[in-house]
């Protein structure tokens, strides 16, 4: 059993769930710049040079999209939980591979 491929399954499995553990600062959202014109109609943002960029977090909040803005100082942490959530994309993804082998390991040792 301690070398079979359903123990190396399970113990892989067990390596992805752990790291899922480890993504604590994950965000699930869309990262966008936004450059903007003000009131002042004398301000050089109307001749072309927009004010910004500013950053915001696009997420879905009560099934809309809400723009959430991020201030210069937690830009770097930001980004860190996107890139976290397409890590937790990924491993979701080999774990369903894993689940997957692992039935049709069970289903072997069944019909043996």
């Given at each position: 059993m301690q070398d079979s491929p359903l123990h190396r399954l399970l113990q892989k499995r067990s390596?992805?769930?752990?790291?899922?553990?480890?993504?604590?600062?994950?965000?699930?959202?869309s990262w966008i710049q936004r450059y903007s014109t003000c009131t002042r109609p004398e301000c050089k943002c109307h001749k072309g040079q927009r004010h910004g960029p500013t950053h915001c977090l696009v997420i879905n909040e009560?099934?809309?999209?809400?723009?959430?803005y991020v201030p210069q100082s937690q830009i770097a942490?930001?980004?860190?939980g996107l890139a976290?959530?397409?890590?937790?994309?990924?491993?979701?993804?080999?774990i369903t591979l894993i689940n997957l082998?692992?039935?049709k390991e069970e289903a072997k040792s069944e019909s043996s």
């Open positions: 390596h992805l769930f752990a790291e899922i553990s480890k993504l604590t600062s994950l965000l699930h959202g009560d099934g809309r999209q809400r723009q959430k942490t930001a980004q860190t976290q959530y397409k890590r937790l994309q990924d491993l979701v993804h080999q082998a692992i039935m």
